[in-house]
């Protein structure tokens, strides 16, 4: 029997015990006795009488076992054509000195510490000076707007800000202390201090009374020793970048993550102490927390902190050359980053280039890897792609192909299966649980594994309503798909997105995978519309891979719809009634390269809405309504 699937069989038969075991890779002050506490049933707290740091863990154990030497953090800016090397040891100084400072201006224990800086060392340096005061910190993605900023300053409360005085993207320079400065303004909360680390792409001029320059703040700053935490305290807040309504705030809590995490690297991504991990993400969301800063740092790990892009930076060889330079022995990100690489790079020119023999396995997860992403990308690498699921609130994979026990048969459309900690069942929408290969929602009973959300911060009913109350005795992901015959789990969107036409509901993800698998589509996005016949229907938008030459309203370009529509007709059946597709540019998505569907499906019924805080370039937005709005009813 394959090694994931006797793992999981034995949490199956004793979970507590499993979990239990997994801790005993980690430093506690005091050593757990119970696993899960259930007297809250359904809900469960894990570890409950243990005591550990986060930040004594992903270093200062590593320092004390003799690895000081070892690096740490490389730090990549495509930006600044610089780099940077950061070993355990000076981590530890680094951080010790930064807690100091921190404490100093009277941070303690239980404080929130709100971090908005770009993708530099001192944001990770930030991240664990927190942790090791048992601050709690709320990392807000650097560059949102200033009122999105307000909002999470009004939620978390923080008794401190720290920040970067500008955040560097292609062709410009985010004024970041600015967008700092308005979002205090709109705010009803005042932190104390605001920490301004002064870049010189955009030096920031200090507010007197407020702002406190970084350097100066480290000045003598006493190196403060670890403060041990209860397993059950919360390490970070994190708000969800959701496309509508107000951000929850996610609160992971300190000894059931860094338990899940340390068991994840070895066992789902194959990652042994001293090698290079590089999770291609940011630290504003949770791939970064968990696998930039803490999963490759508990394992002892060099991990990359990137500034850069998949493509244009200079172009859509700067992974493979990232993972030549520094033998990087696991990739990890998004598929829309592989999409974007791929519709530059069709031939993979630039990996052929690359000396890539350090790199093991491409893991994708964030969004659906479409199944024609996975086969391309498996093709051009000659190596495993594995597609896994999980989500801001679960903080590490629910469904995965285990790479450190020994790969599954890959199945492109699925994650594989469920890892120990999820049982993972199809429910209809009164509660039935489903039979294989039926659509459904896809939900876990509870009570969920170490990792996983506890509530969200200061909103316990609105963490009930919006997880618990749907189905009980269930977690409910928001998600819908099925599970084969073979235990796999396939993934097929939001059930936001699934639609409803004539009475068929159908996923957007069975027909996005029927265009994607045309020779000449990069990437694209279904979207359900209004439909006075059928209530909905729907409506696709294809963005074809460079070179194609097909301009949109050519005589071309309505033949390659003409088989698109075809091509969806035949795969998915006349039952998806699939008409209109729509040849674009580029999609509109959130700059973590989630694509905004709920935002395009408002724009083609016509209906208001508010263009997402989130988004990577409003300048998209006229684009899709220039196309989207030309009715053809």
């Known amino acids: 029997m394959n090694r994931q699937l006797q793992e999981y069989e034995r949490w199956r038969a004793e979970p507590q015990r499993f979990w239990l075991e997994a801790a005993q890779a980690l430093h ?120 999105e900023l307000a909002v999470r300053i009004d939620d978390a409360k923080p008794t401190l800000i720290l920040s970067a005085s500008c955040g560097l993207e292609p062709g410009r320079v985010v004024d970041y202390h600015g967008l700092l400065c308005k979002a205090m303004e709109l705010a009803n909360h ?116 990137y500034e850069g892009k998949p493509v244009g930076t200079p172009d859509a060889g700067a992974y493979w050359r990232i993972v030549e330079q520094y033998r990087v022995t696991t990739l990890f990100t998004a598929p829309t980053a592989m999409r974007a690489i791929k519709r530059e790079d069709p031939d993979g020119k630039f990996m052929r280039e690359a000396r890539l023999d350090s790199l093991r396995a491409l893991f994708l997860a964030g969004e659906r890897a479409d199944p024609d992403t996975v086969r391309w990308a498996a093709e051009k690498l000659d190596r495993p792609v594995i597609d896994h699921w999980w989500q801001t609130e679960t903080g590490w994979p629910m469904v995965a192909n285990a790479l450190g026990l020994g790969l599954l048969p890959i199945k492109p459309g699925s994650p594989t299966r469920a890892l120990p900690g999820y049982q993972i069942e199809v429910l209809d929408s009164e509660g039935r649980v489903l039979p294989p290969n039926t659509q459904g929602e896809l939900v876990i009973k509870l009570p969920l594994p170490p990792g996983c959300l506890p509530t969200l911060w200061n909103d316990p009913a609105g963490f009930h309503a919006a997880y618990l109350r749907a189905h009980p005795g269930y977690y409910t992901t928001g998600d819908g798909g099925h599970i084969d015959e073979d235990g796999y789990v396939h993934v097929m969107g939001r059930i936001d997105d699934v639609i409803n036409v004539a009475g068929h509901r159908l996923s957007t993800g069975e027909l996005e995978q029927a265009l994607a698998g045309h020779a000449a589509v990069a990437e694209c996005a279904v979207i359900g519309v209004a439909d006075a016949l059928k209530g909905t229907s729907p409506v696709g938008l294809v963005v074809l891979k460079a070179g194609i030459g097909v301009a949109a309203g050519s005589p071309a370009a309505a033949t390659l719809v003409a088989e698109l529509v075809r091509r969806v007709r035949d795969e998915v059946g006349p039952v998806a009634s699939f008409q209109r597709c729509h040849i674009v540019t580029r999609l509109p998505k959130t700059r973590s390269g989630k694509v905004l569907r709920a935002t395009m499906r408002a724009i083609a019924d016509g209906r208001s809405f508010d263009i997402p805080a989130t988004i990577e370039d409003p300048a998209v937005i006229d684009e899709i309504r220039a196309v989207l709005e030309v009715r053809h009813d």
């Open 28 to 147: 506690w002050t005091r050593t757990p006795t119970v696993g899960c506490d259930l007297s809250d049933a359904p809900n469960g707290r894990w570890f409950g009488d243990g005591e550990l740091n986060a930040c004594d863990n992903a270093v200062d154990r590593h320092v004390a076992a003799g690895r000081g030497e070892q690096t740490a953090l490389i730090h990549v800016s495509a930006m600044t054509h610089s780099e940077r090397h950061i070993s355990y040891a000076q981590l530890l100084e680094k951080v010790a000195r930064l807690a100091g400072a921190l404490r100093r201006l009277g941070v303690k224990a239980g404080d929130r510490v709100i971090l908005y800086m770009p993708m530099v060392p001192e944001a990770v340096f930030a991240m664990l000076a927190c942790a090791r005061l048992g601050a709690i910190h709320s990392v807000v993605f650097g560059g949102f707007a200033a009122r």
């Open 190 to 305: 005042q932190p104390s201090h605001c920490l301004i680390l002064q870049r010189p792409q955009g030096p920031a001029t200090l507010r007197a009374a407020i702002d406190i320059e970084w350097q100066e703040a480290l000045r003598d700053a006493p190196r403060v020793d670890p403060v041990p935490m209860p397993a059950h305290a919360p390490l970070y807040v994190l708000y969800t970048s959701g496309t509508t309504g107000k951000p929850k705030g996610v609160v992971r809590d300190t000894g059931g993550y860094l338990v899940a995490l340390a068991w994840s690297m070895p066992n789902v991504y194959g990652t042994n102490p001293g090698e290079t991990f590089w999770a291609a993400s940011d630290i504003g969301w949770v791939v970064g927390h968990s696998y930039i800063v803490y999963g490759p740092l508990l394992q002892g790990c060099a991990s990359i902190l």
